[in-house]
C-alpha cells in the first residue's frame, strides 16, 4: 500500500468554500466505517429513556450522530455500517431520511446493523468488539483493506483520511486516535503512553491512577474509540476474543491490551486530523454524554465565535432536511416584544411578543407571549405558553409547557417535578408533564 500515499497526499477543491486538504484516495474509498450505536447513555437520565444517545437532537437541527456520519462522508467513505441496539426506532428512521443520499449504483451505502443475534440466540451484542465480531459476515462480504471503528455518540469534525495515511506510512496492525485530557479526566479514558515514533507501549483502560504524558505534567493522552484495523488482522483477532470465556468482548478492556505488547499498535493525535480546530487551535472534541455536559456544548453554539464552526462549508455536517418555513418573530411592543438575542433559532420557530436569550431553539419550536427563555435548549415541536419563565432548562420533544410555569428560578421547586442536574441544569420531559406524546423520538 506505500504506493498509495503519494496518491492520498493529493488535494483537490471541494464544490463550495474553496481548496481544502482532503485525504481521499483508493484506501478512503477501500474503508469499511463500522459506527458503533447502540449505546443508551444513561447519564444523560430521562433524555435517553425513549432514544439511544446517538439519536438525541444536537445544536438545533442535528442529531449526535451525524457528526460521525459526516465525518465519513466529507474524508470520502463511503462504506458505513451503523450498528444499533437500544431503542433505536428514532435512530434508524433518521438514518434512513436524511442518509438516503448515497447512491447504492456507485457502491457507496449506510448499511443499518441492529442488534439480531446473528452468532447465538442466547444474546445481543455484549461488548463493542462482539458488536463487531457478530457482523463480520457483513464485513467479509464487503471486502475493505480497512475497517475504521468509530463511536457514535461523540460531536467532533475529522479528516478519517489522514488517520488512515498514518496507519499505513507507519504499517501499522491498528491504529487508535487520542487526545490529550485532564489528568483528573483520564479515568473516564483508555490510557496510553507512546514512544518517540508514536507507537503504543502501555494501554490501560480507564485506571485509577492515569499516566501522564511526559513533556506535559498534569496531561495524559486519551483513547477516543476510534480505531482503524487492517481487515485480515482485525478479523483474527475478533474470532480469537469470541473464543476467550474470559473476556469482556470490549476494544478497550481486552483487544488492545492483548494487542499492544505483540502487534504494530500506533496512535494518531487528534490534533493531526482535526478538521476544524477549536478557539485558540484546540481540536474541538465533546462526549456530550450527561445533563451538563450536554446542555453546555449546546450554549457554547451561541457565542459570537463558538468553538464548533457549523457554518464551515468546507467541512459540512449533513443531516436530514425538513421542508419548514423560516423562523418568525413577531409584535414590537415594549411589553410584548418578539426577539432573540444571542441564540440560535430553527426554521418553523415562532417567538410571538417573548424574549429568547442565550438560547437555542430547534425546529418548530412555538413560544407565545410574555414568555422569558434565558440559556435553555428547546428540542423539536416544543409548544411554550404565556406568561412562561425557562432559565437554565432543557426541554425535550414535543413537550407543552402550561400557562404560567416558572423553572430554573427556585431548584428545591423543580427538583420535585423534574430532573436538576449537579449543575443546576433542569430536564423537562413529557412524562414529568405528565403528557402522553408520541414515544418513539
Not at 220 to 229: D, K, R, T
Request: charged residues 25%.
Amino acid at each position: 500500500m506505500d504506493a498509495e500515499l503519494g496518491y492520498l497526499q493529493k488535494k483537490y477543491h471541494v464544490a463550495v468554500g474553496g481548496p481544502a486538504p482532503r485525504f481521499v484516495s483508493r484506501i478512503t474509498k477501500n474503508t469499511y466505517a463500522m459506527i458503533l450505536a447502540g449505546g443508551r447513555g444513561s447519564r444523560l437520565h430521562q433524555l435517553t429513556d425513549w432514544r439511544a444517545k446517538p439519536a438525541v437532537p444536537f445544536g438545533g437541527k442535528f442529531r449526535i450522530i451525524d457528526f460521525v456520519l459526516s465525518n465519513c462522508v466529507n474524508s470520502g467513505i463511503r462504506h458505513i455500517g451503523v450498528a444499533t441496539q437500544y431503542k433505536s426506532h428514532s435512530l434508524i428512521q433518521h438514518i434512513q431520511r436524511g442518509w438516503s443520499f448515497l447512491n447504492g449504483q456507485f457502491g457507496e451505502f449506510v448499511d443499518l446493523l441492529p442488534a439480531q443475534q446473528r452468532v447465538s440466540e442466547d444474546h445481543w451484542y455484549k461488548g463493542t468488539a462482539d458488536a463487531v465480531f457478530q457482523n463480520l459476515d457483513i464485513l467479509r462480504e464487503s471486502n475493505p483493506d480497512f475497517v475504521l471503528i468509530l463511536a457514535g455518540d461523540h460531536v467532533y469534525k475529522m479528516d478519517y483520511g489522514k488517520l488512515l495515511a498514518f496507519h499505513v506510512e507507519n504499517k501499522a496492525d491498528m491504529t487508535v486516535a487520542c487526545l490529550e485530557v485532564p489528568i483528573a479526566e483520564a479515568t473516564a479514558f483508555g490510557v496510553m503512553s507512546v514512544d518517540d515514533h508514536s507507537r503504543v507501549v502501555e494501554f490501560a483502560e480507564k485506571p485509577t491512577n492515569p499516566a501522564s504524558i511526559p513533556d506535559k505534567p498534569g496531561k495524559s493522552l486519551a483513547s477516543m474509540g476510534i480505531y482503524v484495523f487492517n481487515k485480515d488482522f482485525l478479523f483474527e483477532q475478533l474470532v480469537r476474543d469470541a473464543d476467550d470465556p474470559h473476556s469482556s468482548h470490549d476494544f478497550g478492556k481486552d483487544l488492545i491490551p492483548h494487542m499492544v505488547d505483540k502487534y504494530r499498535v500506533f496512535a494518531q493525535n487528534f490534533e493531526h486530523s482535526c478538521a476544524g480546530m477549536g478557539e485558540g487551535n484546540v481540536p474541538y472534541w465533546r462526549d456530550v454524554g450527561t445533563i451538563d455536559s450536554y446542555w453546555e456544548a449546546n450554549m457554547e453554539l451561541t457565542k459570537v465565535i463558538p468553538d464548533l464552526n457549523m457554518y464551515d462549508q468546507e467541512w459540512p455536517i449533513w443531516t436530514h432536511q425538513e421542508q419548514l418555513p423560516p423562523a418568525k418573530f413577531v409584535f414590537d411592543e415594549d411589553s410584548r416584544r418578539g426577539m432573540a438575542i444571542d441564540s440560535l433559532v430553527s426554521g418553523g420557530c415562532i417567538v410571538s411578543g417573548s424574549t429568547v436569550r442565550r438560547s437555542l431553539l430547534f425546529s418548530d419550536v412555538r413560544i407565545n407571549g410574555y414568555c422569558t427563555i434565558e440559556d435553555s435548549v428547546l428540542l423539536p415541536n416544543v409548544d411554550v405558553c404565556r406568561d412562561v419563565t425557562l432559565k437554565r432548562v432543557i426541554v425535550d420533544k414535543n413537550c407543552k409547557i402550561p400557562d404560567g410555569l416558572v423553572v430554573g428560578v427556585n431548584p428545591e421547586a423543580d427538583r420535585k417535578r423534574f430532573h436538576v442536574s449537579p449543575n443546576g441544569v433542569t430536564l423537562i420531559t413529557p412524562d414529568m408533564l405528565g403528557q402522553n406524546v408520541h414515544r418513539s423520538r
